[in-house]
């Protein structure tokens, strides 16, 4: 089914807990209790307003050698623009969208980066003020919203495929950006009457260069939306499913028959948001009666194929998924208790409280049996978020996962880059100094075995109050980085992104 799709900003949660801390200068060994605490002004700059709207530097080797293979971009996004007009967001995923280039050439490392002038951001210049709202702020005396796309901030990860380049946010459009010179240019409509639908900002594109995606729509009634888009940019099929109440999801995963949605109980009330003004986070309500609620839909149909509900949980992000013969599923994902996090933590870090009282999320495995029955265990003990694996490895089992992890203990949640292990939940990997903020490391394939490749990741020194970017041999990550560079600018922290090799 189609439809016209909402009238109403549509926006969602992106991303996940931002990552943390540690201290020390890049490359050394990892930091001890004895360093002095962050003082407030350290603990601002992971939230600051990027300083000008367009940057380019090259990055200055700190320590190690670059490998010479590794050769292309890493393109990446975030919100970056907190604070206008005399105005700062509330939280952190409400920021306009900054999108950034690290060009690897073999021997060196250059960084871009550009703040998208969407139609939002350039409606808000003209009048001098924040007009719209946004994921969890609503600025003074907020203007009507017409189309989802009013409000669209391109601030969360970025998509490569079918010859373009797009900054993606949740409730809507996909925005297509020059690769060059990083300008906006317009949203994707995937066809005519879908012209403003949701479009997640975790698209999965499988090895034949099929792009699945999904979608959360609230009107004209609450929906899931499912995306096949072909290897040449071209909607392939399109479904929509109701589902009421609508939980709010971020991401999915792909086997080789199916797409598994796994909406948590934080659901939209329709009749709390209507009646306003209220942001669309705040109009969200944590009803754990309802238990997880898990859909599998037939990649071929892109209709329901099976339903499980389990226990109460949220989370924002999945690792990979993959599938037995018999049809059983299993699946990684990055689960917390509850919502409090996104609701409390990561508002207060936009007013520097660092103080993470909330439950995070823990690494999980799902595992859905064709029968009927589910289980979720948790695999490892640590707090884990930012999953990336193998891409080769997309829906197909792995032996191997790729996560920022940590320990809740009052500081930053996150402060390790691990590779754990999803049967036995061992983990083996390197912790940042405790002044460096590690962001989400993507995994870049080198040989063709699984786990050959590189994770290419930034992070955020405090102390020198610039940014910096890693590389480590995937194989090897408890040897620490073969290579850091740093910018002669900070950069505030971002969300997701993709390498494409050159």
């Given amino acids: 089914m189609t439809g016209s799709l909402s009238r109403r900003a549509v926006l969602r949660v992106l991303g996940a807990l931002p990552v943390l801390a540690a201290a020390g200068r890049a490359g050394a060994a990892s930091g001890n209790s004895a360093e002095p605490a962050l003082t407030a002004s350290q603990r601002q700059l992971a939230f600051a307003t990027a300083h000008a709207e367009t940057l380019a530097a090259p990055l200055t080797t700190l320590a190690g050698r670059l490998p010479t293979d590794l050769t292309g971009v890493l393109w990446r996004n975030g919100p970056a623009e907190h604070e206008r007009f005399g105005h700062r967001y509330g939280h952190w995923f409400d920021g306009d969208g900054m999108v950034q280039a690290f060009t690897f050439t073999g021997d060196s490392v250059t960084h871009r980066a550009r703040i998208l002038e969407t139609p939002k951001r350039r409606r808000e210049t003209q009048a001098g003020r924040r007009l719209l709202p946004a994921f969890a702020t609503l600025p003074p005396e907020a203007v009507p919203i017409l189309s989802p796309d009013d409000m669209n901030a391109a601030n969360t990860s970025v998509l490569a495929h079918g010859g373009r380049i797009m900054a993606l946010w949740e409730g809507g459009s996909a925005l297509a950006f020059d690769p060059e010179t990083l300008a906006a240019g317009d949203f994707v409509s995937w066809r005519a009457d879908l012209a403003g639908a949701p479009f997640s900002a975790h698209p999965k594109v499988e ?87 898990v859909i599998v839909v037939e990649k071929e149909t892109l209709a329901p194929a099976r339903r499980y509900d389990l226990p109460p949980g949220f989370h924002f992000h999945h690792g990979n998924g993959w599938e037995e013969a018999d049809g059983t599923i299993h699946l990684d994902l990055c689960q917390a208790d509850d919502p409090t996090f996104a609701i409390h933590d990561l508002r207060a870090v936009m007013q520097g409280d660092w103080s993470f009282p909330s439950a995070h999320p823990r690494y999980r495995c799902m595992v859905l049996r064709p029968g009927g029955t589910a289980a979720v265990d948790q695999v490892a003990p640590p707090v884990a978020d930012f999953p990336r694996f193998d891409p080769r490895r997309t829906g197909l089992r792995h032996r191997a996962l790729y996560a920022l992890t940590g320990r809740e203990d009052g500081g930053w949640p996150l402060s390790r880059i691990d590779r754990i292990d999803p049967d036995s939940g061992a983990a083996d990997g390197w912790t940042y100094p405790r002044r460096l903020i590690p962001e989400e490391h993507v995994f870049v394939p080198r040989g063709g075995a699984e786990g050959d490749g590189w994770l290419v990741g930034p992070f955020l020194d405090l102390e020198r109050r610039a940014a910096g970017l890693s590389v480590f041999d995937a194989r090897h990550l408890a040897d620490g980085p073969l290579w850091q560079g740093i910018l002669p600018y900070p950069l505030p922290l971002g969300l997701h992104g993709t390498f494409v090799a050159a």
């Fill in 207 to 293: 090895a034949d260069g099929t792009c699945w995606n999904i979608g959360c729509a609230i009107a004209p009634r609450p929906m899931l939306l499912f995306y096949r888009i072909g290897g040449q940019g071209r909607l392939a099929a399109f479904n929509a499913l109701p589902l009421d109440p609508l939980g709010m999801v971020h991401d999915f995963v792909v086997t080789p028959r199916h797409l598994v949605l796994v909406v948590p109980p934080f659901v939209l009330d329709r009749e709390r948001f209507a009646a306003g003004p209220i942001s669309f986070l705040d109009a969200h309500v944590w009803r754990p009666e309802l238990g997880t609620r």
